[in-house]
């Protein structure tokens, strides 16, 4: 596919208004719909959502739209090979043939779920004019706007002062998930209010379930562990602004960022010991390495963190374990119990 992507910038760069944003995917996407079957609405639903594309997907992926609708429609690929010098022809053939023998209903399925996971950007693009601010809805504990190719989440628990709480844990993940596959370039975390974030809200800790407090460490590791997991996987340069206090997780986070930038009312604290509590969100990792340069250019953090994702992961399991003991030592709980009963604070 890389070779395939290559030759396409070669044949854009010679013949630059042979290939229109639309031209390609949506021309060949017209063709031999009565030769589809079982999902055949979905795969139709899909051909129309391309058609709404007003923004170009990129080369990698109109050819990828291409070949699978061919090895949906016509299976593997059966044209001679074009010229070397049919540059366009030559990419199209080599993205089909790549598939092999996949079936056609794979293909079928792989040509959905792709155009699915364009959606975020299909609705942006139909329901909101380039350049303005565009606020998502459905979040209660953060603000989460785009705008100028920048998507911006923001802690809003002002009166907690930002307190992570597990609804907030949920919708984070959630925002980082949108902002990966959204228009924007690039990311930005903060916090609405005085504090950037007081960290874990400490009254996660409270509602026990039926299985006990065993079973409330054991669903906290499991949140922390795919809550971390999604810093990690973050595609997109990551950016902290950090306006105010940061506590506890909110810091420890910040060594899975691209930059923190620090306002002059940012301080940065860890309570670990005075939690009765040990490092998480890699920290324990990230903290000791963390003076190396950071970097926010999307191909050079791919690079980078396709060498650590899986040292990293190994990582926040590791935590994760740890943490879950700890959350039911005497020393944990008496902390969260003392903060809870407002006889000591930071
Ligand atoms: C499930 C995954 C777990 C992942 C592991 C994560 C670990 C961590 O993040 S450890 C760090 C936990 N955070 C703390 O220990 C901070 C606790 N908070 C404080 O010490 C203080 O609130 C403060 C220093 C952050 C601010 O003090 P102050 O300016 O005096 O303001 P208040 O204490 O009156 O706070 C206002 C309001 O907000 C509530 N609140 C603040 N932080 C938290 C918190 N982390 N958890 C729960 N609630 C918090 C505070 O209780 C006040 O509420 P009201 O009394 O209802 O007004």
Not at 63 to 68: D, F, I, N, R
Not at 104 to 112: D, G, I
Not at 147 to 171: L, Q, V
Not at 334 to 341: E, I, P, Q, T
């Amino acid at each position: 596919m890389a070779m395939a992507y290559l030759a396409w910038r070669l044949a854009r760069r010679s013949c630059p208004s042979s290939l229109q944003v639309t031209s390609f995917p949506v021309v060949q996407l017209h063709m031999n719909r009565t030769a589809m079957r079982a999902s055949q609405k979905d795969f139709e639903n899909s051909m129309n959502q391309v058609k709404l594309l007003k923004k170009d997907p990129g080369n990698e992926v109109k050819l990828k739209l291409y070949a699978l609708y061919k090895q949906a429609t016509e299976g593997p690929c059966n044209m001679p090979k074009p010229g070397v010098f049919d540059l366009i022809n030559k990419a199209k053939w080599d993205a089909w043939n790549a598939l092999g023998s996949l079936p056609k209903e794979a293909a079928r399925q792989n040509y959905v779920d792709l155009v699915s996971s364009l959606s975020p950007s299909l609705e942006s693009s139909s329901q909101v004019e380039p350049g303005t601010d565009r606020k998502s809805t459905g979040f209660e504990t953060l603000v989460v706007t785009s705008e100028d190719g920048i998507t911006k989440i923001m802690f809003n628990r002002p009166k907690k002062k930002n307190a992570i709480n597990t609804e907030m844990y949920h919708e984070i993940m959630r925002a980082l998930k949108a902002a990966s596959k959204d228009d924007s370039i690039i990311t930005v975390l903060t916090g609405n209010g005085d504090y950037y974030s007081s960290g874990n809200d400490l009254t996660n800790f409270t509602d026990i379930p039926p299985g006990g407090v065993e079973e409330k460490a054991k669903n906290n590791a499991v949140l922390l562990r795919e809550f971390v997991g999604c810093f990690i996987d973050f595609p997109k340069p990551l950016i902290a602004v950090v306006n105010g206090p940061a506590v506890g997780i909110s810091v420890t986070l910040l060594g899975l960022f691209d930059a923190v930038y620090a306002s002059d009312r940012a301080t940065f604290h860890t309570p670990f010991s005075h939690l009765g509590q040990s490092p998480e969100g890699c920290s324990s990792y990230t903290f000791p390495k963390i003076m190396s340069p950071a970097k926010a250019l999307r191909i050079s953090k791919e690079v980078i963190r396709k060498r650590e994702r899986e040292k990293l992961h190994a990582v926040n399991a590791e935590e994760c374990n740890v943490l879950q003991g700890r959350w039911l030592s005497d020393e944990c709980t008496n902390a969260v119990v003392n903060f809870l009963s407002r006889k000591s604070k930071l």
